[in-house]
């Protein structure tokens, strides 16, 4: 009879629910981290910006940066051009690449990309450069990932936390 009881027991022990706990917020995790990992992750990224300027002395020598932290050089100026301005669609070639070479996008020689200027979804580095640029040159822009496409990157060909450097030419704005 005793053993029947420990049976019982023991099933009804079994067959009952696990008691649920609340989720846990991990403690080590703050405010004072959040920024700690933003700004290492902002050093690295000029650390590898400067390094790629160091392969590159030609485009180094004609480097601007602005206040948000593109970095542009115009590698062909036409003086008389139409600067882009907010609310104009620009007529555009395009290649989008990392820091490494690696080519992700690129548009076809014989189709230029159309972008509203700062009505897109595009790179809102480009969107500032393209306001930057006259009509007839082309420039090299470098973006570092807060002006491409951050903590994700665009779940395709550009990985998470990406530096980006466009070659952009931009042919019309109207």
Partial sequence: MSSIRFFIILFLVGCSQPVKKEREIPQDWSKDHSVSYHKEVNEREQLSISLYLEQHQALKKNIRTTESGLRYAIVQSNS??????????????????LLDGTQC????????????IDRNDKES?????????????????????????????????IPPLAILVLDVALIDVQ
């Fill in 80 to 97: 008389k051009g139409v600067l882009g301005r907010p609310g104009k669609t620009a007529s555009l070639i395009l290649s989008v690449g």
């Fill in 105 to 116: 996008y690129a548009t076809d020689s014989d189709v230029y990309d159309e972008i509203p």
């Fill in 125 to 157: 580095g480009l969107n500032e450069a393209l306001k930057l640029m006259r009509t007839g040159e082309r420039a090299r822009l470098i973006l570092p990932n807060h002006l491409a496409h951050g903590l994700v990157g665009d779940l395709a060909n």
